[in-house]
């Protein structure tokens, strides 16, 4: 999948690789050494209890927290970003928090978002994907949980990021959303993009799996 390197200049995303990660929590070691590499195309599933250090991964893989040990990289066939903030500006977060104001509308949200990622992208077709077309002007308070989720999935196909990182990406939906969520996935990993997912729900399409210990 293309993305730009340092350099402004498009390339193309070869793998992320993480090495000898330790991750402590408090007086809580919640994983120690952890090394994986998910190549171009493959999607990774987070599995494993609460408490494993599941979202703290993902966190740590998209620059939010620092581990206490390793390292982890996102490489292209022009250059390799290893620290936070590079790695940041190849990677697409869908968390908890669906970053909906609450005034604004799903269209302008989406336009928001476009010209924070400079995507420039085509937002009816962000949000007809999302089926959220017939309440693409109603401001966002109204939404249910679920079309807050599709308006966060929307947000996450018009980012144009290279590696995507998913937390629970399947909580407050149905199941036609279940399945809006296998088919952007899918198409992701064919255009050659990266996903990795925490869930503790099959994602419905074809992945590495990875189980992290702990307890609850």
Known sequence: MPVFNRSGRVAQLQFLTVDRLTAIRGQRVLFRDLSFRVQAGQVLSLEGPNGAGKTTLLRMIAGLMAPAAGTIAIATDADVADDSEE??????????LDGAK???????ALAFYARLYDTH???DEALALAGLTKIADLPCQYLSAGQKKRLALA???LSGRAVWLLDEPLSSLDAEGRKLVAEI???HRLYGGIVIAATHEPL??????????GGA
């Not at 609450?102 to 269209?107: E, G, I, N, V, Y």
């Open 185 to 187: 996935v899918s198409a």
């Open 102 to 108: 609450s005034q604004l509308t799903p269209r302008e």
């Open 121 to 123: 992208g085509a937002i």
């Open 204 to 213: 419905g399409v074809e992945c590495v799996r990875m189980t992290l210990g």
């Open 155 to 157: 947000r996450l196909k």
């Open 87 to 96: 790695r940041g500006k190849r990677i697409g977060w869908l968390g908890h």
